[in-house]
């Protein structure tokens, strides 16, 4: 079957949502740069002409390490201002993640030890340490753990030994209720380690079913330095990628760039069980998959055949508002659609009037008061119904 191209479902969404600004089909944070960084990671040459522009793009497209390849390799010209900026933030990105691949190698084996669970990493050296033939040229952040949903606080408990705490958002069990991780953080010095204790891949409920019990099936070993950790087969890492680049406005190339790195590899058998896995799974997963694939064929170009075709996209909800919306809030609208009864004004309050601790863990404890943290809030708020400028 020759490769399809998803449609966008733009006069399905309900509540008479599209009055609201829409995205342009495709689009991503930094239009006007990111067609050369996606030129850039096809080997092909290029020069940059606004370079502050290009800086910025390339930081947040989480590109760096392949710009600064390219330009060691004469195939980018590259402003030296440019070069040097770019070669102080990724030397710092790159010093993080070190620090997590290390912590990785701790708390996998300390979860394991308090918990008898055994925690599946879903993002971060899954995929740097799996895909990418140098782990630096994919940094993170922190680190992304799928365990049981009954044994988030059996987990968040036994790390506690280890100095991470629960960083609240909005109000005591949002993130079970709403959400789809616990964020717990620990800080060392000036440094913090985050982790991110998923119980099932994004808000929406088309990433429901890839929870722990589903990824463990056909799970594998990777080393990361000298400890083997537990991460996704290639097929459900290729379903989680897709839930995750559509779910989050961010937008990231490097997330297009890593599922392209797992499709292209990717064996006929486990090419063909992805399209498989999805069908079965419903809710519009294999839709998913197919855009998913639809931006990497976009932006960076994938020559292989799809053995199903896309189908119906997923009931409305988070994933689609974050895919159709321009809005900054899109995430909750979707949520918000999504809900049903008492669980929309339970989740409108969470949001609108969240604790202390809640503030903080949402828009940045930093010793601030509280008028100030309400007026980051509101800010926020603000800013999540106008059109973004980027």
């Known amino acids: 079957m020759p490769r399809e191209t998803t449609t966008a479902p733009r006069s399905t969404s309900p509540w008479g949502l599209t009055v609201l600004p829409r995205r342009t089909l495709y689009a991503l944070p930094y239009p006007d740069d990111v067609r050369l960084l996606a030129a850039v990671i096809g080997r092909r040459e290029a020069t940059v002409h606004d370079s502050e522009s290009f800086i910025e793009a390339t930081i947040h497209h989480n590109v760096v390490g392949y710009i600064l390849d390219a330009a060691s390799r004469g195939r980018l010209q590259l402003p030296e201002a440019a070069h040097r900026a770019l070669t102080n933030s990724h030397l710092r990105r790159v010093a993080r993640t070190g620090l997590l691949r ?13 918990t008898g669970v055994t925690p599946i990493f879903v993002k971060g050296p899954a995929i740097g340490d799996r895909f990418y033939a140098d782990w630096k040229l994919r940094p993170y952040a922190d680190l992304d753990l799928m365990v049981p949903a009954p044994a988030l606080n059996a987990v968040a408990t036994g790390l506690a030994a280890e100095g991470y705490e629960v960083v609240e958002e909005f109000r005591p069990g949002y993130a079970a209720r709403f959400g789809h991780d616990v964020h717990v953080q620990r800080h060392h010095g000036a440094t913090s380690r985050d982790v991110e204790l998923h119980w099932r ?21 990777i080393p990361v330095g000298r ?28 997330w297009i760039n890593d599922i392209r790195l797992m499709a292209e590899p990717a064996s006929a058998d486990e090419w063909q069980a992805t399209f498989e896995t999805a069908e079965a799974v419903g809710g519009g997963l294999l839709w998913v998959l197919h855009r998913a694939l639809d931006y990497v064929d976009h932006y960076l170009g994938l020559e292989r055949d799809r053995p199903l075709p896309a189908g119906p996209p997923p009931p409305y909800g988070p994933l689609r508002a974050v895919e159709e919306l321009d809005l ?5 609208v979707g949520r918000l659609v999504a809900l049903r009864g008492f669980d929309r004004l339970r989740y409108l309050g969470a949001v609108a009037v969240p604790t202390r601790a809640g503030l903080e863990g949402t828009v940045g404890g930093d010793g601030a008061g509280v008028p100030t943290l309400l007026g980051r809030h509101a800010g926020r708020a603000l800013r999540g119904v106008m059109r973004p400028q980027r």
């Open 201 to 221: 891949i994004g808000d929406d409920r088309v990433g429901s079913p890839l929870g722990h019990a589903t990824l463990l099936r056909g799970a594998e070993r």
């Open 328 to 332: 900054a809030a899109a995430p909750h």
């Open 227 to 254: 400890t083997p950790i537990l991460t996704p087969s290639l097929t459900n890492q290729l379903l989680i990628a897709s839930v995750h680049l559509l779910s989050d406005r961010a937008r990231r190339l490097a």
């Open 102 to 114: 290390r912590e990785a190698s701790k708390i996998a084996p300390l979860i394991a030890e308090t």
